[in-house]
């Protein structure tokens, strides 16, 4: 029978670790980290506990550390080390730059930590990883701070003050939102938050965003997690698609397929046939089609056939 201690010894150790990085946690929590059983936690826990580890415990909550206790900085490994660089270099080009000057502070620290052949090791790997220029900036340049702020409001549960210019009307408004939660989709930062001016959750991206500023208003509502309102979004009404497209355009329009509801695909002789379950048939699916459109073929719906034509016809008077 192979022994089990080592393997329940990181754990006992990763589980102290990981009390330490929040206020509570709970045992389901820590079950599903390490693909074990309730028990074994509770198990664990004891351990900890009978060790002189002061845990606080509720029943229906979860566990915590009592306060004003801590351990000394742990040593990372060699893996952790690396994934200290994919992180640093994603932070500097996809946010902006006051979360990425936080984050680059936050860097110094951690590396003040690490072992001479640590800090060897990561500095030879951080010349050799680059990443490209975006070319459209996901911040203006008059809201430097804005995922910051953002954070904030969400923490503190402080409304901010938003002057946000529209995409459909190009028109700026100011709005006091009280935020829900941040989401990174298709190349841009969102926020989705309670708008007071719309009386209703609204998502707004983070480049519309000319000017952001944290109020001292608390929240009017208890929001949900930022999950149930995207998933409320999901399931708005749809249509269903059918396109035929040919092999060698198919395999370019795997990326972007997936924001216009793509479902299924089937190999038809060297044609491939595409199922999406679309949620903008007037506008946003035949514009995208267009641009690939003398390659492919609409199955379905007739609607969507019409509609690509009138866009086709009026591309057509602007030719003339």
């Known amino acids: 029978m192979l ?7 990181d754990r006992i150790v990763a589980i102290l670790i990981q009390l330490q990085s929040k206020k509570i946690v709970k045992a389901q929590e820590l079950a599903d980290r390490f693909e074990c059983s309730l028990r074994t936690i509770y198990r664990d826990i004891r351990t900890l506990e009978a060790s002189g580890v002061p845990i606080y415990s509720e029943a229906g909550v979860g566990y915590a550390l009592m306060d004003g206790y801590r351990l000394p900085p742990v040593m990372f490994t060699r893996e952790e080390v690396s994934s200290f660089i994919a992180a640093e270099k994603l932070m500097q080009k996809f946010t902006d730059p006051s979360l990425g000057s936080h984050y680059a502070s936050a860097m110094y620290k951690l590396k003040s930590v690490l072992r001479s052949t640590d800090k060897d090791y990561l500095s030879n790997i951080e010349s050799r990883v680059v990443m490209q220029t975006i070319e459209q900036p996901m911040f203006n340049d008059n809201s430097p701070n804005t995922l910051s702020l953002l954070f904030e409001g969400i923490a503190e549960k402080k409304q901010i003050l938003l002057s946000y210019k529209t995409y459909e009307t190009d028109e700026t408004t100011q709005r006091n939102i009280e935020p829900v939660g941040v989401f990174h989709d298709n190349n841009n930062w969102y926020f989705l938050g309670y708008c007071h001016l719309r ?9 519309r965003i000319q000017e952001i500023k944290k109020t001292e208003f608390d929240f009017t509502i208890e929001h949900d997690a ?5 998933t409320k979004t999901e399931n708005c009404p749809t249509t269903k698609v059918k396109i035929l497209v040919e092999k060698k355009i198919a395999r370019y329009l795997t990326t972007e397929r997936k924001y216009h509801g793509f479902v299924s695909e089937k190999e038809i002789g060297n044609q491939i046939e595409m199922t999406f379950m679309s949620r903008s048939v007037e506008e946003g699916f035949p514009r995208w089609f267009l641009m690939f459109g003398d390659y492919a073929t609409i199955l379905e719906p007739e609607s969507l056939k019409t509609r690509t034509l009138e866009l086709l016809e009026v591309n057509k008077q602007r030719l003339l």
């Open 199 to 207: 009386q209703d959750y609204r998502q707004f991206r983070t480049d």
């Open 3 to 9: 022994d089990e201690t080592p393997k329940r010894f």
């Open 226 to 230: 930022l999950e149930t309102y995207l």
